[in-house]
């Protein structure tokens, strides 16, 4: 769990959720206000998040951030990984894009790849199974760009008369092509792969490939043992799990430090 507070994302918290002890780690580099608007935890069992236009790495395991580094400004809107376990990154407010290898530790800051006169959200990420990169943005304008890694190239998919306001949204499935969404109140559908986009006449009903992933809302309850998260409350510092098999909950308390809330005005 994020710990957020005058200073922004100062610390990442971790809780035993059979005895309610907890840590914190501090965030390996100065937060400066910022704090985590997308986050991914991989098939690796590694956790990934991006702001303060820093990416990072933590590890449960080894209970550290195994690794971090600056980028374009400034904090993912959307975060994935793609089907060789690489981790990618999509960025406010420029429509940056980074990816990070787990297995060769290998890191690549793509900069900004769309230029608008106005603050873009890329709220979607997700690559296909031939290794391109797509992502939705807004909202001013919706938008979906197609991006190739081999070569570095981003590619706007709608025409500017046929962006609405709103968000354009992608979506992995398990055949292993994207659809993608041009938003608005009348969106056009899209199938890609490789880099190339067929219109469809109507929706597609989308086969979602698993990703644990998600904008600052994200909330994972399940355990590996198939225990359930039921209730985390920070303000009361209590958490409740549930067993689905017994039916049984536990309850158990938690700790952690803050220097207090970012007031506004009094």
């Given at each position: ?236 510092r209590r958490m409740v799990v549930e067993d689905p098999k017994t039916g049984e909950t536990r309850e158990l308390t938690f700790e952690y430090t803050s220097e207090g809330a970012h007031i506004m005005g009094m």
């Amino acid at each position: 769990m994020w710990l957020f507070d005058h200073r922004g994302g100062y610390a990442l918290l971790l809780i035993d959720a059979e005895t309610g002890k907890s840590e914190e780690f501090p965030t390996p580099f100065p937060p400066g206000g910022d704090c985590p608007y997308a986050s991914v935890l991989s098939t690796g069992n590694r956790y990934y998040t991006h702001f303060g236009s820093h990416f990072c790495e933590f590890d449960p395991v080894q209970r550290a951030f195994t690794f971090f580094e600056k980028t374009t400004p400034q904090m993912a809107m959307s975060m994935t990984e793609d089907d060789a376990g690489r981790i990618w990154s999509a960025t406010y407010p420029n429509s940056g894009l980074v990816a990070f290898d787990p297995a060769t530790r290998a890191f690549r800051d793509y900069g900004s790849l769309y230029q608008q006169n106005w603050a873009q959200y890329p709220r979607s990420v997700v690559a296909d199974d031939a290794g391109w990169v797509y992502f939705g943005v807004g909202s001013t304008a919706g938008q979906v760009i197609l991006f190739d890694p081999q070569t570095s190239t981003a590619t706007p998919l709608l025409a500017d008369a046929d962006r609405a306001h709103g968000y354009g949204t992608v979506y992995r499935d398990l055949n292993g092509r994207v659809y993608a969404s041009s938003g608005g109140d009348a969106a056009t559908w899209y199938e890609c792969h490789r880099g190339q986009a067929a219109k469809l006449q109507a929706p597609p009903a989308v086969n979602h490939k698993p990703c644990i992933t998600g904008s600052q809302g994200l909330v994972h309850p399940l355990f590996p043992s198939g225990k359930r998260l039921k209730v985390c409350d920070t303000v009361e510092r209590r958490m409740v799990v549930e067993d689905p098999k017994t039916g049984e909950t536990r309850e158990l308390t938690f700790e952690y430090t803050s220097e207090g809330a970012h007031i506004m005005g009094m």
